[in-house]
């Protein structure tokens, strides 16, 4: 009989790397998001001010947004590309399912049955296997991806401490992109 159970454990193992990978993203990209309407903050209130040195830091806080959008456009790229593996791990798995259930009709209680049955269903697993497989390293090499690009943000806490932060953004409100865009809009 066809070894069901150790074929069926990628798929599992993909079921649960799937979310792991989007929380992971999601968590990263909702600091980034953090990081970037933080420096919004203080370059629209720094914006106000003629001093030179605030010129400076705004010049400086401009760069780093730059670095934090950019990583947060990655992060953007990277989550669809994590979405677009779940929905071809969830075909595969309908196919992998009715391919084992075509097979178990054909070999049913028979002692013998024709190659000609059998090998196109073999092969359909076989491939189905490689995609599996394939999915298994398109995953591990996004979330290689996305930890070799933490270093991005990492590089932020260096530049600006969170003690830093806090005393820039003293009496600044901090807005998302959304509430920003309500506001131009006058909505």
Not at 1 to 15: E, G, H, R, Y
Request: proline letters at 3%; charged letters at 20%.
């Amino acid at each position: 009989m066809f070894p069901t159970k150790s074929i069926s454990i990628v798929p599992a193992i993909l079921n649960e790397a799937i979310p792991a990978a989007s929380h992971h993203i999601d968590i990263e990209l909702q600091t980034s998001q953090d990081l970037s309407y933080r420096y919004t903050a203080m370059i629209e209130t720094m914006h106000q001010s003629l001093n030179a040195e605030m010129e400076l830091k705004r010049t400086m806080l401009k760069e780093v947004l730059y670095n934090v959008r950019q990583h947060e456009a990655y992060l953007c790229v990277i989550l669809s590309d994590v979405i677009t593996c779940a929905q071809e791990v969830e075909m595969m798995q309908k196919q992998f399912a009715a391919q084992m259930e075509q097979l178990k009709d054909v070999v049913r209680a028979k002692t013998a049955v024709p190659t000609s049955q059998v090998y196109p269903i073999f092969i359909a697993l076989s491939n189905l296997w490689t995609s599996f497989q394939d999915e298994i390293l398109v995953l591990s090499f996004l979330n290689n991806l996305t930890v070799n690009l933490q270093q991005f943000l990492d590089a932020h806490a260096f530049i600006f401490p969170e003690n830093v932060m806090e005393s820039l953004l003293e009496g600044i409100i901090v807005k998302t992109d959304e509430e920003r865009l309500k506001e131009s809009a006058g909505t």
